[in-house]
């Protein structure tokens, strides 16, 4: 039986068109599953980063910010990110964590919504089953903005829509199941009740298609250091439509945002376009080691990287189905691929344990308390043999962690 799955693993890593972008990341023997937490190092990126250390700041220092490009990289990373989200050039600026970019997004959403659309609107829709930030955020800006906060799990989001909905804030990808949400028609939904749909997309973008300017998303948030690779830490980013943009009022108005930030000027007047999502200083260090990361996606095509992704995990819950007594586990994961994000979930007693002895044994993926073992399968660097090598482990490390525990 594993003889047979293996023969199918290496036929299908000879057949993949993604294969050779493995060897542009540092990896080792470890079957790495946690992407979908912290992406892998591309090759690449600690040269770059030392000639930013060494020479940009060590010998051109002030310089830097004009002759280096510093200055314009939020804007100019942003634009290498909006193709892999189906956004236009000009609508994407990178910077500052994924909260603070949620709360300016939200915010900035009721806003929009009281200056050109209907500034009686009570409700703040949110993800019920969202990553707690994105939840803990929205309550505080229903506070600081006296709205009210509506918890809505998304299949009920059609049904909780009404005249009072300002902003709805939803998840692409549930960060728990890697369950995929329909971001096309539950736009379309939130539109036709006539309020502002804002996106968080830390579990798609890098993964799967968006189509952020196809189907018209107001406003929508993402991380990078998760599918796009750029590091621990490294800046999230924010996505205003373009339509939004002369109206878009940042509740950060910090002075990078200012449309002549070295005047100095008391009164604040905002930059045009995606600058206006700036706050502060940025991170320099973290933006460009970032920019430098986003090199592995030149020439590649996000659809091909999502049809690689649907094959990964069809191919791993075969194995599991296989290799795994029944009972054993359970997917959390949607089969239908329709729903499917990157990643797969899988709900066992011991987790804890469990995912302890798969990281000593070289398969590494993440938990979610109480009981959930997270797989994150990134097309660019993870192949059908890690697949099929993660799920013989993992039938191991059951066996001798569930043993003399009864099957579900």
Request: with cysteine; proline share 6%; glycine share 10%.
């Amino acid at each position: 039986m594993s003889e047979s799955l293996a023969g199918k693993a290496a036929a299908l890593d000879a057949a993949d068109e993604l294969a050779g972008a493995r060897k542009l990341f540092a990896l080792d023997e470890t079957v790495y599953l946690d992407g979908n937490s912290l992406g892998a190092l591309p090759a690449h990126v600690p040269a770059r980063v030392a000639d930013v250390v060494t020479r940009q700041w060590g010998e051109l220092r002030i310089r830097s910010w004009d002759e280096s490009g510093w200055w314009t990289a939020p804007e100019r990373i942003g634009d290498r990110i909006a193709p892999l989200v189906g956004a236009g050039p000009g609508q994407v600026v990178v910077g500052d964590s994924t909260s603070v970019n949620v709360f300016k997004a939200v915010v900035g959403a009721i806003r929009l919504c009281e200056r050109t659309g209907d500034p009686s609107r009570t409700d703040i829709l949110v993800d019920a089953t969202t990553f707690p930030t994105d939840g803990y955020i929205a309550e505080s800006a229903a506070r600081m903005t006296g709205k009210r906060l509506v918890p809505v799990a998304p299949a009920d989001l059609p049904a909780a829509l009404g005249p009072n909905t300002a902003v709805a804030l939803v998840n692409h990808v549930d960060f728990r199941t890697g369950r995929l949400h329909d971001l096309p028609s539950l736009t379309a939904a939130i539109h036709e009740a006539g309020a502002l749909a804002v996106w968080d997309l830390c579990h798609s973008a890098g993964a799967l298609p968006v189509g952020l300017d196809a189907h018209g998303v107001d406003l929508a948030v993402g991380c990078t250091y998760k599918y796009l690779n750029g590091g621990p830490g490294s800046p999230a980013y924010l996505y205003v439509a373009e339509r939004h943009q002369a109206a878009f009022d940042s509740p950060l108005p910090g002075w990078n945002s200012h449309t002549d930030p070295f005047a100095m000027t008391s009164a604040y007047e905002a930059a045009p376009g995606a600058v206006r999502g700036r706050v502060g200083t940025p991170d320099i260090l973290s933006m460009l080691a970032l920019e430098a990361a986003l090199d592995v996606w030149d020439g590649v095509s996000i659809d091909s990287v999502r049809a690689k992704s649907l094959a990964l995990t069809d191919f791993f819950l075969e194995c599991v189905e296989l290799y795994v007594p029944q009972g054993r586990v359970t997917s959390l994961t949607p089969l239908e691929h329709a729903s499917r994000g990157s990643q797969i979930a899988l709900r066992c007693e011991q987790a804890p344990a469990v995912m302890e002895k798969l990281i000593a044994r070289g398969v590494v993926g993440d938990l979610r308390r109480p009981d959930v073992l997270r797989f994150g399968f990134t097309p660019l660097y993870v192949g059908f043999a890690d697949a099929e090598r993660a799920a013989s482990v993992l039938a191991e490390v059951l066996a001798e962690v569930l043993a003399g525990i009864p099957a579900a």
